[in-house]
């Protein structure tokens, strides 16, 4: 069912995660014992679906913008019998607000807004929560931004460059990239007593 949702999302060109950043994703939530999620950018829900199959204790909100995504997302998540775990939010990622504390919030949306949805998130974050950000290394193109043709793309390439520059300076967070693993992984947690 799950290899469906991937094989179809493939074919029509939606973006998923990849399968190194999943086995990843999937193994910290494992290791962690993470048990609320909140998700940005959902797509057709292959991501959210894989996280909820780890255990019926993991409840997910999940958030999407796209119409065509999210009633695909909805009728995957039904197909699955995840509508109890799974919760998608029809919505712009910046209208949506929530007193919730998450234990993991997988920043998978817009790339130019990372540093906006951290600010945005970072108080729905628990204590010893994480955020984790997907394509840090975009295909590749952060090292050789220089060489990308599309005007927007390189745009685009260069705020994520940026994005990571920030994040590696911030004080306020610990943080441990995995380039290697899917299309560029952050893993950023709170750092105790923190400096602000
Ligand atoms: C890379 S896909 C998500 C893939 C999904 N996490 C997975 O691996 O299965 C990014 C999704 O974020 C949605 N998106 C982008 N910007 C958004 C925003 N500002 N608010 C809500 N959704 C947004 C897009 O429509 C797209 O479906």
Redesign the pocket.
């Known amino acids: 069912m799950i290899e469906n949702i991937k094989n179809k999302a493939q074919e029509e060109k939606v973006?998923?995660?990849k399968d190194g950043g999943l086995e990843f994703l999937l193994k910290t939530i494992k290791e962690r014992k993470i048990k609320d999620i909140l998700?940005l950018?959902?797509?057709?829900?292959?991501?959210s679906i894989n996280m909820a199959l780890l255990d019926e204790g993991i409840k997910i909100d999940t958030?999407?913008?796209?119409e065509e995504?999210y009633k695909q997302a909805i009728t995957n998540i039904k197909n699955e019998g995840l509508d109890k775990q799974i919760t998608v939010h029809f919505c712009?990622?910046?209208d949506y607000k929530t007193n919730k504390k998450y234990d993991l919030i997988f920043v998978?949306?817009?790339k130019a807004?990372y540093l906006k949805y951290t600010e945005q998130f970072l108080n729905n974050l628990k204590e010893n929560g994480i955020f984790i950000y997907d394509n840090l290394v975009f295909h590749g193109m952060i090292y050789d931004v220089d060489k990308i043709k599309n005007r927007n793309t390189r745009s685009l390439v260069k705020k994520i460059i940026n994005f990571r520059e920030i994040m590696r300076n911030d004080k306020r967070f610990d943080i441990m990239f995995y380039e290697d693993v899917g299309d560029g992984l952050l893993v950023a947690s709170r750092r105790k007593g923190g400096r602000e």
Do not use: F, L, R
Request: hydrophobic share 40%.
């Open positions: 973006p998923i995660i998700e950018g959902t797509a057709v829900g292959y991501s958030i999407e913008k796209n995504m712009p990622i910046e998978d949306a817009a807004q």
